[in-house]
């Protein structure tokens, strides 16, 4: 099969899977089968295509042309490809972890739930080929109103003002400033192909430069910079699978993602280090950092912890994309993996305390590390890896970000990133220490093993072995965020 | 080409005017409505044939009784008119497609002939001015298709459309006859009506007192009749209390005709030779068509009666038509031109939506159409297609033309920056709109007491598919509207240095 | 003294402003639409009086008259077509006040407008 009808299918495998679902509604086992059928399929696709990418080649599709120059079309590089097998590679483990957790949590309108979830897959994988910035657009828009239900599942008064909050800042943030950004790209640069070292380098004044740095960066609500960051913990009213792949691996993923791919392909890392906001925004990505974290430490409700975790997180690859040093942009890119991975654990964590223990405050989570031992160790072997320790692959992306910060001459940026390293100890050991070692709260004993459904506990388990894993075999994964540079 | 295609520009307007006499003495409203409908389909077929030979290089004149251009009656159609003659037997045909199973509940069996008589005048006098080269005759078609549009509007069986109805005859009158005095005026001066030889005489008398007169009159007036912001306000009643099918008629097509004439005459007639005529377009059109963008958006924000709110949104979109013709310039005139042809699409689907919304629901506020994507999915699927469209999401063909708009804007340095904030603003506010609607219909409970609804009939279901379809596919395949809309810019603009 | 010699164009803008000041002033539906026919009746005489020739006849052909001096025919055959237009904007103008009354039992604008709001 030639590399082109590869990508095609890779886009437009998941929306045939979500026909399948649909059809197969009736019957929960089909259905699932049908799911994790077309989820295995999907990651292989993307594992063809990642052959071809090691091996140098660039495939690329026209789909559609819509004006002269302005087509929708594909083209796999391998910033996109390490998002892609990212998405792809995830949904199968959430895949497995949501039949655990869907069905002992008795969810209404699971047929729904898996169709937009493939829909939403498509739409990441678009975001992940796409060879020009409409079509970057396009299916990030496709993203972004295919998780709408999935926010909004359960039906709930709290859930329908979240998804009111998601929907408003992220449809508002690009159609106000992103789709102006891309329309005044169009307009200075006469293109929009992504294209290795830029297409506004020669062609764009400083001052429009800066504009149009603003306009994209803050237009991408996905990354959830601030003061773009309020939909994040409010969508976290979704069912866990939701928020463990959605809100930590492809919706906020693909905006920080977006933001990488247009500092490098739109502005080329040259060009961007001399635009005047890129630092400004550096330093704004600081405080979110800072900020998040901060915040993280002060809630109780496990998963809105995590939401603000994530929004810190998501800004050291703003950062790195803004510090625009070749090292900060290959930690940033890793990043990317690293905390997917991550931040998807804690995430089915989460979900299986609530699914196991009906628990959703840390607070009376004490002692419980006796009733989940799996599910706990999994939790705490994904607090290091985002803290960054080793032997966990988490310390390779820091490692780098830290690294572009010198590159960078940015030492200020360098402290910050050292605080917020502290305050994610702070925040996340607590939580599987306080499990194992502390006595239960108002004389709950656990005796004996009390874990989620299997399914989803060997989700889990799989995705924090794969943190340990990664750490020492992270050479491909750096080679790939290498190739992203100007050779 | 064969030779009756010669006669396609008076058969465009033959066709639908002569049929309308043979629907009167029709009895049955069945066959009334077939005929009416038939008439129609055949006229748009004809704007297809002449849109298609346009697009080959093709000119047609047409003389009528063969008299020569000024003394004779001329008819001719070019890529401008063309499109027009698209919109205006589009929109009819859809509209009358869907009018089958809508109108019975608004209009009583044996008055049904009559109305569709009525329509069919309107087709006519609508598809009159386009094809028209003479500036009279372009009056008395507006004449007709106004006279017959208050019929239209007025055969509802809501009793607010009377005083509606009454004020847009006012102000409609009143546009016409300034319109009358403009071209007389101009007749006064260059002792012709045909309107190539009013451009070519006119050179002579440019810039004397009666020609900028004539001027004034004519901008006033077909602004009036094009809803131009501040001269909208017979707009949003009419099109709220009128019938369903008219609104979807009407709104797609009857104030762009207002606006084909206004741009017709600012560029092709008068603009070769007023000096300074820019000044009309920059210090006069511009700002009003701002203003229309954010106050029509801005109203149109806090209606809750479903028509009135996209009346409003059509008051706003007048102005994005308006806005890209004052930048005068190709890629602005074109982007205009363009926006006519989608807005049409995207207007003309989310009216159907709503004839199918209000085929089952109690009324057409937001709070009785709570709940009613649950039972009509497929009517809410077509809504949320054209509110795309409206607001202008990529594939969609809203997309299209404000991509282009916003291009031109570009180019017009600083002013143009602020102008794309404008637009921007201007799509946000669409967007919050049509959320209101999806909001309503997706997630709220319907009221209690409410028998639960069901889905629109499917000939009206597939009218309006058809037409939601219409504004993907000319989203991602746009060279039709495209090429129609950059030749009519390059004849308008010819004569601009 | 050559604005008193153009006194037909004053003709024309007095009517035609006593016709608007009507329609916009006057409450009542019928007296709008007295004003209305006064503002295109205006104009009629706009174009009557612009197509004629100081000491022209009819334009009538006739047998034995070379080269006569006539009045411009074409003014005078457009507005019997803008007369019969105004005749019938009237006429439907007219009729919906009628069902105007019907409904509503007033022809008084602010009554009806009284009338909507309940």
Known sequence: ?487 | MIEWSHHLPALQVVVPMLSAPLVMLLRSRGLAWAAATTASLFSFAIAIALSLGVLDGETFNYRMGDWPAPYGIELGVDAFSALLLLLVTGASTLALLAARHSLDAEIEAERQPLFYTAWLLALAGLAGIPVSADAFNIFVFMEIAALASYVLISGGPDRRALPAVFKYLIMGTIGATFYLIGIGLIYLMTGTLNLADMELRIHAVADLKPILVAAGFITIGLALKAAVFPLHVWLPSAYTYAPNVVTVFLAACSTKVAIYLLLRFDFFVFQPNLVGHDVQFTYFLMPLAVLAILIGSGVALFERNLKRMLAYSSVAQVGYILLGASFVSLAGVTASVLHMFNHALAKGALFLAVTCLATRCSGLRLDSIAGAARHMPWTMGAFVVAGLSLIGIPGTAGFVSKWTLISAALAEGATGGALVAVIVLGSLMALIYIWRVVEAAYFKAPEKGVAPLREAPPMLLAVTWAAALANLYFGLVPSLPISLSSAAAEILLRHVP | ?118
């Not at chain 1, 607090?383 to 992306?397: K, R």
């Open chain 1, 1 to 487: 099969m030639s590399s082109e009808t590869l990508i095609l299918i890779a886009v437009f495998l998941p929306v045939s899977g979500a026909l399948l679902i649909r059809l197969a509604g009736r019957s929960p086992n089909l259905r699932e089968v049908v799911t994790l059928s077309v989820a295995v399929l999907l990651f292989a696709t993307v594992l063809l295509l990642l052959l071809g990418v090691q091996a140098g080649e660039r495939p690329g599709v026209v789909l559609h042309e819509i004006l002269p120059g302005l087509a929708i079309a594909f083209e796999v590089e391998p910033l996109g490809i390490i998002f892609g097998l990212v998405a792809s590679g995830l949904w199968i483990v959430t895949s497995i972890y949501s039949i655990g957790y869907m069905r002992s949590h008795h969810e209404k309108n699971q047929t729904r739930f898996y169709v937009c979830f493939a829909l939403a897959l498509s739409g990441a994988m678009g975001v992940a080929f796409a060879a020009n910035m409409l079509t970057l657009f396009l299916f990030y828009e496709i993203l972004t109103l295919s998780t709408y239900p999935l926010v909004t599942h359960a039906g709930t008064e709290e859930a329908k003002r979240a998804g009111r909050t998601y929907l408003g800042i992220l449809l508002f943030t690009s159609i106000a400033f992103l789709l102006t950004a891309t329309i005044w790209t169009w307009n200075v640069a006469g293109t929009l192909d992504f294209t290795v070292g830029g297409i506004l380098a020669d062609k764009a004044s400083p001052a429009v430069a800066a504009a149009l740095l603003l306009l994209f960066v803050f237009g991408t609500g996905k990354a959830a910079l601030m003061p773009f960051h309020r939909w994040l913990p409010g969508a976290m009213v979704a069912p866990a699978p939701v928020s463990a792949l959605l809100h930590a691996v492809a919706v906020v993923k693909a905006g920080v993602f977006s933001i990488l791919k247009i500092a490098v392909y739109i502005f080329g890392i040259d060009f961007l280090a001399g635009v005047s906001t890129a630092q400004v925004l550096a330093y704004v990505a600081g405080a979110t950092i800072l900020i998040g974290s901060f915040i993280a430490m002060r809630q109780d409700n496990l998963k809105r912890r995590l939401a603000y975790s994530t929004i810190s997180q998501l800004s050291y690859i703003v950062l790195g994309a803004m510090l625009a040093s070749p090292l900060a942009v290959i930690g940033a890119a890793m990043h990317i993996a690293t905390h997917a991975l991550g931040k998807i654990t804690l995430f089915f964590c989460a979900g299986a305390i609530d699914v196991a223990l009906h628990k959703k405050n840390i607070s009376d989570m004490r002692g419980i590390g006796r009733a989940m031992p799996f599910t706990m160790g999994a939790f705490f072997v994904a607090s290091l890896s985002i803290i960054g320790l080793p032997p966990l692959v988490g310390l390779w992306s820091k490692w780098y970000l830290a690294l572009g910060t010198l590159q960078a001459d940015e030492l200020a940026l360098l402290g910050v990133l050292m605080v917020s390293s502290l305050l994610n100890v702070a925040y996340l050991l607590p939580i599987p220490i306080r499990a194992f070692f502390s006595k239960p709260a108002n004389g709950e004993t656990f005796t004996g093993i009390k874990e989620a459904p299997w399914p989803s506990v060997a989700a889990l388990v799989f995705t924090a072995l794969g943190c340990i894993v990664l750490f020492f075999c992270a050479e491909p994964l750096y080679r790939l965020a290498h190739a992203i540079l100007p050779q």
């Open chain 3, 1 to 118: 003294m050559h604005l008193l010699g153009l006194y037909h164009y004053w003709v024309f803008a007095v009517l035609l402003m006593i016709g608007f000041y009507a329609v916009i002033a006057k409450p009542n539906l019928i007296k709008k639409l007295i004003g209305l026919s006064l503002f295109q009746s205006a104009v009629f005489l706009l174009y009557i009086t612009m197509g004629k020739v100081e000491g022209g006849t009819a334009p009538i052909l006739q047998a034995g008259a070379e080269n006569p001096l006539y009045s411009n025919p074409l003014p005078q055959v457009l507005i019997l077509t803008a007369i019969v237009v105004g005749i019938s904007t009237m006429a439907l103008g007219l009729g919906i006040v009628v069902r105007i009354k019907e409904e509503y039992g007033s022809i008084e604008e602010h009554d009806i407008q009284e009338i909507d709001r309940q």
